[in-house]
């Protein structure tokens, strides 16, 4: 997977968990996080606050509160 696939995706979808693109990309969330950061220090995405407003519950996995969002 390339920069453009993953800023294609963003583009489309806007918001995404690393684990979702984890999923789509059929990629290692860490090999990820290494692009979302350049893409982040680019400006072109940001990591949004994903901290869980039910706080006991345990249900969502650590990829489903790391979010990324596209910066227009």
Same mark, same amino acid.
């Given at each position: 997977?390339i920069?453009? !696939?993953?800023?294609?995706? *963003?583009v489309e979808?806007?918001r995404?968990a690393?684990g &979702?693109l984890?999923?789509? *990309?059929?990629t290692?969330? &860490?090999?990820l ?6 893409? !982040? ?7 949004i &606050?994903g901290?869980s407003?039910?706080a ?6 650590d990829?489903s509160?790391e979010i990324? !969002?596209?910066? &227009?």
């Open positions: 997977m920069l453009s !696939e993953l800023k294609n995706y *963003f979808h806007k995404a690393i &979702d984890a999923n789509r *990309f059929h290692e969330p &860490d090999a996080r290494g692009m979302l950061a350049t893409l !982040e220090s680019k400006g072109r995405v940001r990591r &606050d901290k407003p039910c006991p519950c345990t249900k969502c996995t990829g509160l990324y !969002e596209w910066v &227009d």
